[in-house]
């Protein structure tokens, strides 16, 4: 049953077509502890998207499920080497280099595995059907909501800790778990959806900070309005 499912096609084609050489300049060439494999972390990535499930569900799949197992190369492993938070420190450290080196590096892999993943997508059981350019969109726009997330909870959290009132609608972002909640749980909504939502929350805190003046300081503010500089721009109709 595993030779016929499609983790055999993901194990022969996609994984061994993945070129680690294009994330090398993502690490340190002094003698480190040893990295969870970029290959396996890129495999993983692509898995999420064709199969559509979470970071979590791959966290526990690579666990208890041999065809994951199978397809990533890790049935000799003692340990799955994948955490909660492999992939989005990984996805965090891609978007980093393109926003200081205007390079895409998982778009690059991607797509030069275009005929693999089209093959791979043939057979996937999802009903789901991406190409290579779709795949790569879909892990860089879940980096950016995932780095939108991070600054509009942070400024959270040090509003809530000074005492400024934090309307209702936006007070979920320093609620325990709501990370997941936010980034991994919401299937009814694509990640640029989610990240629109989570641009126009950034723009009511700061316009509270802005009326109180009291955060201009903090890194955390200073962060938020950064990025949305940086990330964003201002429509005719003044929208984001």
Not at 147 to 166: A, D, H, Q, W
């Amino acid at each position: 049953m595993l030779e016929k499912s499609w983790a055999k096609t993901f194990a022969d084609k996609i994984f061994p077509a993945i070129d680690e050489n294009i994330f090398s300049v993502l690490y340190s060439k002094k003698a480190s502890r040893p990295n969870t494999p970029v290959n396996l972390i890129v495999g993983a990535l692509i898995l999420k998207e064709a199969l559509n499930v979470t970071d979590d569900e791959i966290v526990e799949a690579m666990a208890f499920d041999i065809r994951y197992q199978y397809a990533l190369h890790t049935t000799s492993f003692e340990e799955q080497p994948i955490s909660d938070r492999t992939l989005s420190r990984f996805r965090a450290r891609v978007l980093s280099y393109e926003t200081e080196h205007d390079v895409d590096l998982i778009h690059e892999c991607v797509v030069k595995m275009a005929k693999e993943i089209s093959d791979f997508m043939n057979i996937t059981p999802d009903k789901q059907r991406m190409d290579s350019l779709m795949v790569a969109a879909n892990i860089r726009n879940l980096s950016l909501l995932e780095l939108f997330y991070t600054c509009v909870s942070n400024l959270c959290k040090i509003m809530n800790e000074r005492g400024t009132k934090i309307p209702d609608e936006q007070h979920h972002y320093i609620e325990k778990d709501d990370y997941n909640k936010c980034i991994y749980h919401k299937r009814n909504m694509d990640a640029t959806e989610r990240t629109i939502t989570v641009m126009k929350d950034a723009d009511i805190l700061i316009k509270i900070c802005d009326s109180t003046g009291d955060f201009d300081d903090t890194s955390e503010y200073q962060l938020l309005i950064r990025l949305l500089k940086e990330r964003t721009i201002i429509d005719d109709d003044g929208s984001r």
